[in-house]
């Protein structure tokens, strides 16, 4: 298994506190690529979400056109908080396992 974080959007203020394109909302993919070793089938599993992130402060402000994927990454993550990023992570994991055939079964009780 394999857990990767990506960028779907990054929203952007056109100005704020005299920076330009500063970004205030991002929505994010936590991906657990889940692969069978024996044939190659893929059990992966995405959970998605936006933050808001905190532009209170632009004092460490990086230029729209510098930021890299890894950069909002890292804004988003910090947003979130480690304990919120791993909730995420392991959510990704149970759920990429129930994606395996016979692995569970839909339904309700009647």
């Known amino acids: 298994m394999n857990i990767v974080w990506t960028i779907r959007n990054a929203f ?10 500063v970004v205030k909302k991002v929505s994010y993919i936590c991906t657990c690529e889940n692969r069978n070793a024996d044939n190659g089938e893929r059990y992966d599993y995405a959970v ?15 230029e729209w056109a510098d930021l890299t994927n890894e950069d909002i990454v890292n804004f988003v993550k910090t947003k979130l908080g ?29």
């Open 48 to 62: 998605r979400g936006d933050v808001i992130l905190d532009t209170s402060n632009l004092e460490n402000f990086t």
């Open 12 to 21: 952007k203020y056109p100005t704020l506190s005299g920076k330009d394109n």
């Open 82 to 110: 480690s304990e919120k990023v791993t909730e995420i992570e392991d959510e990704a994991k149970l759920m990429s396992e129930f994606n395996k055939p016979n692995s569970s079964v839909a339904g309700l009780p009647e």
